[in-house]
């Protein structure tokens, strides 16, 4: 390599994280491989990193070699963390704390893929920072980090931090970072030697509508449906959402038999199952903590509900 392609080239750095998602990290990757190909010259390098510089094993069992974050961050223009979807290695992970804070001081810029947002938060460096998560992993770290608030974006550029929710958003995230740097058009270039047509807008939902979630199109029940969503741990009554959509209680009871084949008070109930399961499995809080984080007045009463829907207790769904 020339003096020259090493003046240009921007070194990229990937601290894997054990059962890192594989689809997230070649979305991310792949891109800045295909702009040194299309550019004809050494652009940027893509550097697999682990905390002391073993392999790292990915969910669907490849391993790829890193170095040792350490000893290579320092190089590094940017460091994107990339973690999967077990809890486990999150928390199993501070070892990554101290050396990203320390680049982060020295100006290099931070990254979370996937659930690698909630490593960062871990750190302390996403504090006073805009940023996003899986949507998955959202309700976990608003449950550890209450003053923390992802937003459920695609990705998120706030200066310093780089966040994407994972799967095939980085490809949407690396065409914007792409064309900071090299502008819109190469950045297209790049998007289509991988049939990327429909590149999202950062502010593009991760999920699917909640008209295609729930099967309906009714306004109003929507509506309803999606304030559920958001209020778990102090629900509201058949009578305060009717009052939001400005239809009666006893209305909104036949819209959700017609629209849902089940009541207003089974079909919330439901919801509030599964985000309890959501934080069985992923987050470190206590079955008690997690009955009243999702709304019901005792650990009995959740239990009960719980395996009644499930057809287990919540220890060993835990388990």
């Known amino acids: 390599m020339s003096a020259g392609d090493q003046k240009n080239l921007q070194r990229i750095g990937f601290v894997l994280v054990p059962n890192f998602a594989l689809m997230s990290y070649a979305s991310a990757t792949e891109p800045l491989r295909a702009a040194n190909l299309i550019a004809g010259s050494a652009l940027y390098e893509a550097i697999p990193l682990s905390a002391d510089g073993l392999p790292v094993r990915s969910s669907s069992g490849l391993t790829i070699s890193c170095n040792s974050l350490s000893e290579a961050g320092g190089t590094c223009h940017t460091i994107y963390v990339c973690a999967g979807g077990d809890p486990q290695d999150w928390y199993a992970s501070a070892s990554l704390h101290a050396p990203l804070r320390k680049f982060a001081r020295n100006g290099v810029r931070i990254g979370g893929i996937s659930s690698g947002s909630y490593v960062l938060a871990s750190a ?11 949507w998955e992993h959202a309700p976990v770290l608003k449950e550890a980090f ?23 958003a980085p490809l949407d995230m690396m065409h914007a970072v792409i064309s900071e740097r090299m502008g819109a058009d190469f950045a297209r270039r790049v998007s289509d030697w991988y049939l990327h047509t429909a590149v999202a807008e950062p502010s593009d939902p991760q999920r699917a509508s909640a008209a295609n979630r729930f099967g309906t199109n009714h306004p109003a029940l929507l509506a309803v449906l999606e304030k559920m969503e958001t209020a778990i741990e102090n629900p509201l009554s058949r009578a305060e959402m009717a009052s939001l959509v ?4 006893r209305h909104l009871d036949r819209l959700f038999l017609k629209h849902r084949g089940m009541t207003f008070l089974d079909t919330y109930r439901q919801i509030r199952l599964r985000h309890s399961r959501r934080l069985l499995e992923q987050s470190p809080l206590s079955i008690s903590e997690i009955a009243f984080a999702t709304g019901f007045s005792s650990p009995g009463h959740f239990s009960r509900s719980f395996k009644a829907t499930f057809g287990e207790n919540p220890t060993d769904a835990r388990r």
């Open 124 to 134: 302390g460096l996403l504090d006073n920072t805009d940023f996003t998560i899986h």
């Open 146 to 168: 209450p003053h923390l608030s992802p937003r459920q974006a695609r990705f998120v550029i706030d200066a310093a931090r780089v966040t994407c929710g994972g799967g095939v």
């Open 246 to 249: 400005g239809i009666s209680a």
